[in-house]
């Protein structure tokens, strides 16, 4: 049997298969993780970046990356700005499943003497106009009274005449036709 080696000197990366052979990831986070790992450091991601190199759109792309981040593959931290907006987001990528490194709550002596017992907004709350956790949505469109079309026009089908009319070989004036079709739909 022939045996087909390759020379590769450029255009190819080197990841690890760990992703691949891993039967938790669905094919298209598979793709994206490849796709990704073959971009050189710094590379700066967005959904949008990524779906106009790919053939899949936002979303695809946006659940893709939430299943690698459910799966450790992937995390994502918000940068923020002056004033707290965010300015950018900033994607950490892993070969392997990463699980991030959450520190214990700090259970040790805790502040018997004096607990913080103040609920936010008890003393006074705002009676006069209180706003309702999940307010109704308003209709403010303007509803539509005119008749449509649809029910104007007469629906029956139309079935053409016999060609009694024309030369010898049957065919008629398709200025005729045209005139017949025009005085059944106004009739």
Same mark, same amino acid.
């Given at each position: 049997?022939?045996?087909f080696?390759?020379?590769?000197?450029?255009d190819?990366?080197?990841m690890s298969?760990?992703?691949l052979?891993?039967?938790e990831?669905?094919?298209?986070?598979k793709?994206?993780?490849s796709?990704?790992?073959?971009?050189?450091?710094?590379?700066?991601?967005?959904?949008?970046?990524?779906?106009?190199?790919?053939?899949?759109?936002?979303?695809a792309?946006?659940?893709a990356?939430?299943?690698?981040e459910s799966?450790?593959?992937?995390?994502?931290h918000?940068?923020?700005?002056?004033?707290?907006?965010?300015? @950018?987001?900033?994607?950490?990528?892993?070969?392997k499943?990463?699980? %991030?490194?959450? $520190?214990? #709550?700090?259970?040790e +002596? &805790?502040?018997m @003497?004096s607990p913080?017992?103040?609920?936010?907004?008890a003393?006074? %709350?705002d009676? $006069?106009? #209180?706003?309702?956790? +999940? &307010?109704?949505?308003?209709?403010?469109?303007?509803?539509n009274?005119?008749?449509?079309?649809t029910?104007?026009?007469?629906?029956?089908s139309?079935?053409p005449?016999?060609?009694?009319?024309g030369d010898?070989?049957?065919?008629?004036?398709?200025?005729?036709?045209k005139?017949?079709?025009?005085?059944?739909?106004?009739?």
């Open positions: 049997m022939p045996v080696r390759i020379e590769r000197t450029r190819y990366t080197v298969n760990h992703h052979k891993n039967p990831l669905s094919l298209k986070a793709g994206l993780l796709m990704m790992l073959s971009f050189p450091d710094g590379w700066n991601y967005s959904e949008r970046g990524l779906a106009s190199i790919c053939k899949e759109g936002v979303d792309i946006h659940s990356i939430k299943e690698l799966t450790g593959y992937m995390e994502r918000q940068l923020r700005g002056k004033g707290g907006r965010i300015v @950018d987001t900033e994607y950490v990528i892993y070969e499943p990463h699980t %991030p490194d959450m $520190a214990p #709550p700090d259970t +002596n &805790p502040d @003497d913080d017992m103040a609920l936010p907004d003393a006074s %709350p009676a $006069a106009a #209180p706003e309702p956790e +999940n &307010p109704g949505e308003l209709n403010n469109k303007k509803q009274t005119k008749k449509s079309n029910q104007v026009l007469n629906t029956q139309f079935t005449p016999a060609p009694s009319q010898e070989d049957g065919t008629t004036d398709g200025l005729t036709e005139q017949e079709i025009r005085s059944s739909m106004s009739a």
